[in-house]
């Protein structure tokens, strides 16, 4: 079946650092792959999201690209902010009927000023 | 818009008792969704709905039932509570499953079974 392979965390960097979390994935076909932020204490909330090979999505200085021929989304910021501090998740929708998102286990970010 | 509404947020039940987890959404959204995060486990998809009067059972249904009686709502009912369903829960809710749809999440119920 679908599955979403993340990282480990977790992960600290000092403010203004580069930062990757690698995120693979298994599926058939081309499925929809979204990124989720979880801030302490609250729910998960999109980030940002690819529909189709290539595409690059993008939100609040974070980038991802959706690569086929690796089966990979890694998340990418250039400069990261203490208030990035979270736990980020990568996830996916096949293309069968109503299927719902599959989740990585979640990379748990710290940034320290 | 409320977005996705959870109650309670924090509960403590004892081993055997039960309770129910509220869930609401305002979005007039078909999909509802139930997962739950175990630490360091990520979501795992409990039960979900594709419109009121159908659910369907997702990866870890044992010890849970849900009903959707309505658009808005869709309870979690767990029976005979049991330490391995501490964890914390989210319900989700979205339009579709088409091409990019997102999903919306409640902050959550925190349950400990003690």
């Known amino acids: 079946g679908d599955s979403v392979t993340q990282m480990e965390g977790p992960v600290t960097l000092s403010e203004e650092a580069f930062l990757t979390i690698n995120c693979t994935y298994t599926a058939t076909g081309y499925p929809s792959l979204f990124w989720y932020v979880q801030y302490p204490g609250e729910g998960l909330q999109l980030l940002l999201k690819?529909?189709?090979?290539?595409d690059k999505g993008s939100n609040k200085g974070f980038e991802a690209t959706y690569r086929k021929e690796t089966t990979s989304f890694h998340l990418e910021k250039g400069s990261v902010q203490v208030s990035d501090s979270a736990v980020y998740f990568c996830?996916?929708?096949?293309?069968?009927?109503?299927?719902?998102?599959?989740f990585g286990k979640g990379t748990r970010l710290s940034v320290i000023a | 818009n409320a977005g996705v509404t959870q109650t309670p947020k924090f509960r403590i039940l004892k081993i055997g008792q039960s309770m129910t987890l509220q869930c609401a959404q305002d979005?007039?959204?078909?999909?509802m969704y139930w997962y739950r995060q175990d630490p360091g486990m990520g979501l795992k998809l409990i039960y979900y709905s594709v419109g009121a009067g159908i659910t369907d059972k997702g990866e870890v249904p044992n010890g849970y039932n849900v009903s959707r009686s309505t658009t808005e709502d869709f309870p979690l009912r767990l029976e005979l509570a049991a330490p391995s369903q501490t964890s914390v829960y989210f319900c989700a809710s979205s339009r579709g499953t088409g091409v990019g749809n997102e999903q919306f999440f409640g902050p959550g119920t925190r349950l400990t079974v003690l």
């Open positions: 690819a529909t189709k090979a290539d």
């Open positions: 979005m007039n959204h078909n999909y």
């Open positions: 996830a996916l929708r096949g293309l069968s009927g109503n299927t719902p998102l599959v």
